[in-house]
């Protein structure tokens, strides 16, 4: 990942991490309410039901925060503007973990607008 790629794809960049906190506050959002509704089944003497909702919160976090870059490049995918950006973060991919590529992203791009007038 280099500091000319990420300057020239900035703006693309900014929208394709804003795109990923959206689905993922979603999938915090999906797997809280899992989790409460687990501990009011729970409180209300429905114990297995409990089991269930907090299992499926929880599977449907581990396995969904995986996809969310898929998920974020898809939505994307759309606008042909993105192209380059989505190229761009597959190539990176292909390198790093999706959650080092993320952590990367973030850093690089609050060094680029501290340095830039």
């Given at each position: 990942?280099?500091?000319?790629?990420?300057?020239?794809?900035?703006?693309?960049?900014?929208?394709f991490?804003?795109?990923?906190?959206?689905?993922?506050?979603?999938?915090?959002?999906?797997?809280?309410?899992?989790?409460?509704?687990?501990?009011?089944?729970?409180?209300?003497?429905?114990?297995?039901?409990?089991?269930?909702?907090?299992?499926?919160s929880?599977?449907?976090?581990?396995?969904?925060?995986?996809?969310?870059?898929?998920?974020?490049?898809?939505?994307?995918?759309?606008?042909?503007?993105?192209?380059?950006?989505?190229?761009?973060?597959?190539?990176?991919?292909?390198?790093?973990?999706?959650?080092?590529?993320?952590?990367?992203?973030?850093?690089?791009?609050?060094?680029?607008?501290?340095?830039?007038?």
């Open positions: 990942m280099n500091r000319q790629e990420i300057v020239q794809l900035l703006p693309e960049l900014k929208i991490l804003d795109t990923f906190r959206r689905f993922s506050l979603l999938l915090i959002i999906i797997t809280f309410t899992g989790y409460s509704s687990a501990a009011w089944l729970w409180l209300n003497s429905q114990t297995s039901f409990a089991v269930l909702s907090a299992s499926l929880f599977i449907l976090f581990y396995f969904a925060k995986r996809q969310l870059i898929n998920l974020s490049c898809y939505y994307l995918k759309q606008d042909p503007r993105y192209d380059q950006t989505i190229h761009f973060i597959q190539k990176n991919l292909l390198k790093k973990s999706g959650q080092d590529l993320i952590v990367q992203l973030h850093k690089a791009l609050q060094v680029i607008q501290k340095n830039s007038p």
